[in-house]
């Protein structure tokens, strides 16, 4: 009897399937999560929005900011217009995204050290165009966004 209560202790407290602090802190934000959204907790995004039925942690600082649906895609447009991207001149194509990221990496940088700058290109409506820049520091992330 000992022995078994022992082994349900552990289970507990290590986090094994009874519960415990330990297993809520193993599964935060993954897919076991019932309750915080694990696609928000990833990329401050979830494909549905204010009718998820898990939650939404906005953090109160971080180094990362996101802006929504920055970036419009050319294809993206003329596929959605049934146009042919195909036809479309990819070199042109090339050079207006390459216009667009310096242009946002410079204004960025002007407040501080970036480690990286991310634009998704993704379909999904809740991601397609969203840009992540990551500062090396959170203050320079909150600069940042007071400057926007």
């Not at 078994?4 to 202790?9: D, G």
């Not at 929504?68 to 050319?74: D, E, L, V």
Request: hydrophobic share 30%.
């Amino acid at each position: 009897l000992g022995d078994r209560n022992s082994r349900n202790w552990r289970e507990r407290e290590l986090g094994g399937s009874s519960g415990g602090a330990a297993h809520l802190a193993r599964i935060h934000g993954t897919e076991e999560d019932r309750v915080n959204c694990p696609f928000y907790f990833k990329i401050g995004a979830c494909r549905h929005g204010e009718r998820c039925s898990r939650q939404h942690h906005r953090p109160p600082f971080s180094q990362t900011l996101l802006i929504k649906h920055m970036w419009t895609n050319p294809e993206t447009q003329v596929a959605a217009a049934g146009g042919d991207i195909a036809a479309m001149d990819q070199k042109k194509l090339q050079e207006d995204f390459d216009d667009f990221y310096e242009e946002i990496y410079d204004e960025m940088a002007k407040h501080g050290k970036l480690e990286e700058l991310n634009v998704c290109e993704n379909l999904g409506d809740h991601i397609l165009g969203n840009v992540y820049v990551k500062f090396e520091d959170e203050e320079d992330a909150a600069e940042a966004l007071q400057g926007m």
